[in-house]
């Protein structure tokens, strides 16, 4: 089994002394985000996960704890894109910190294993067409020796994003106009030898070699696992979703970094409410387990096809 932490909260920035402390004690709770007293106990043992896929803007809190994940194969998804404070309030300076980050991370696990996101991008009048192009080249110049691959996707807009990017006057992507941003953006990923894939996008791009990203990417695995495994598509994910099934370990409204666009948090105040119910010693990423709650424990089993060709 592969488990995403998280899709749902920035694990490695926030939260890695409690996933170090889950990793010790071999096992993690996780509430069902449609029933908050329905509880899966999830295994962690190393015979069963067979990869982690770490989600973040900001790894450096949990760099020096790497070395605690030796029995682990993972890799990280890491957004780095070309927004300031005023859309990602909680993320230090890209240039001074997170550029270097990135780096120093691809320094320790090599360029396979962090994959840089681009994502979403979102038109306003400060962030605009020429912006994004400008922006995103220089960042490519900087990450181009350190990773493989940038996935984008162009902003989607629920009623929760709509309600937290209220002031930013955002406006909605045309077609034309995100072709001809995927055009751009593919020339100059293509220029460094990047390959450029898009999350969850409906729209074909094959005509500038982007191709559809598989963010939990059981291919991926493989190849650095050295092994065939047998996983299929995530159903609950969207359609145009190309991830592998997958176990995610987060909680809603508990990341701290701050993103207008974040799908994942309704309001900051909540947020905030949440954030004094985090215990590093609990189970639980939030809070700790009541009397309602009931416990069920998650089938857990590796997807490593171990035996195959012994006998081809």
């Known amino acids: ?138 960042l490519a110049k900087q990450l181009a020796p350190y990773t493989k691959q940038c996935t984008i996707s162009f902003l989607d807009m629920y009623a929760k994003t709509e309600r937290n990017m209220q002031g930013l006057a955002v406006q909605p992507w045309s077609l034309e106009q995100m072709d001809a941003m995927a055009k751009a953006l593919a020339e100059i990923a293509h220029s460094y030898g990047l390959e450029l894939a898009t999350c969850a996008e409906g729209i074909e791009l094959d005509k500038y070699g982007i191709k559809h990203a598989h963010c939990i990417d059981g291919g991926l695995f493989e190849k650095l696992l050295g092994c065939p495994m047998k996983v299929g598509k995530d159903k609950n994910q969207r359609q145009e979703c190309g991830c592998v099934a997958s176990v995610d370990i987060g909680a809603y409204n508990t990341c701290r970094n701050g993103c207008r666009y974040c799908y994942a948090n309704f309001n900051n105040a909540m947020v905030q409410k949440n954030r004094q119910q985090h215990h590093p010693g609990s189970a639980l990423l939030l809070g700790e387990v009541g009397e309602e709650d009931r416990i069920t424990e998650r089938k857990m089993q590796s997807c490593l096809e171990r035996q195959q060709g012994l006998f081809a």
Do not use: C
Not at 10 to 31: C, H
Not at 88 to 107: M, N, Y
């Open 1 to 138: 089994m592969i488990i995403s932490a998280s899709r749902r909260t920035d694990i490695p920035t926030y939260y890695s002394d409690w996933f170090m402390q889950r990793i010790k004690e071999g096992y993690v709770l996780a509430r069902n985000p449609m029933n908050a007293h329905q509880v899966s106990r999830i295994s962690l043992n190393p015979e069963v996960v067979d990869g982690i896929v770490f989600w973040t803007k900001n790894p450096l809190p949990m760099l020096d704890k790497l070395p605690l994940l030796k029995d682990y194969m993972y890799y990280f998804q890491f957004t780095l894109n070309g927004y300031e404070q005023d859309v990602e309030a909680g993320v230090p300076p890209k240039d001074k910190f997170i550029v270097p980050g990135f780096q120093r991370l691809s320094d320790m696990l090599g360029p396979e294993r962090v994959i840089w996101r681009y994502d979403p991008i979102l038109l306003n009048n400060k962030y605009t067409f020429n912006y994004h192009v400008q922006r995103f080249a220089e």
